[in-house]
Nanobody, 123 residues
Framework: QVQLVESGGGLAQPGGSLRLSCAAS????????MSWARQAPGKGLEWVSG????????DYADSVKGRFTISRDNTKNTVYLHMNSLKPEDTALYFC????????????????WGKGTLVTVSS
């Protein structure tokens, strides 16, 4: 079965950095686009970033553009989200998600989700 297991969340100070990892299994990882989305307490789900199957094309929400970087290692079945210049409003549960296709990274193109890893940005 498809499994997506996030790790790397925790507490960071404003202006600090964290790197999230998502270990994927149960499918041919290199054939599919991957995304990150987040949900702040009491808020709706927000798409954050996506990466095509070959890792050569990426997209970001305006709220994180220039601060976050998505990447993947298809030899390790792992997708990453490197988060820099963190802000308190980045506090959320961050989900790793599998795309239905190789080059489609929006929320309506997602078919599997991880359970999430919590990121808290606070001084």
């Amino acid at each position: 079965q498809v499994q997506l297991v996030e790790s790397g969340g925790g507490l960071a100070q404003p202006g600090g950095s964290l790197r999230l990892s998502c270990a994927a299994s149960g499918f041919t990882f290199s054939n599919y686009a991957m995304s990150w989305a987040r949900q702040a307490p009491g808020k709706g789900l927000e798409w954050v970033s996506g990466i095509y199957s070959d890792g050569k094309d990426t997209d970001y929400a305006d709220s994180v553009k220039g601060r976050f970087t998505i990447s993947r290692d298809n030899t390790k079945n792992t997708v990453y989200l490197h988060m820099n210049s963190l802000k308190p409003e980045d506090t959320a549960l961050y989900f790793c998600a599998k795309g239905k296709y190789s080059d489609y990274v929006t929320l309506d193109g997602i078919d599997y989700w991880g359970k999430g890893t919590l990121v808290t940005v606070s001084s």
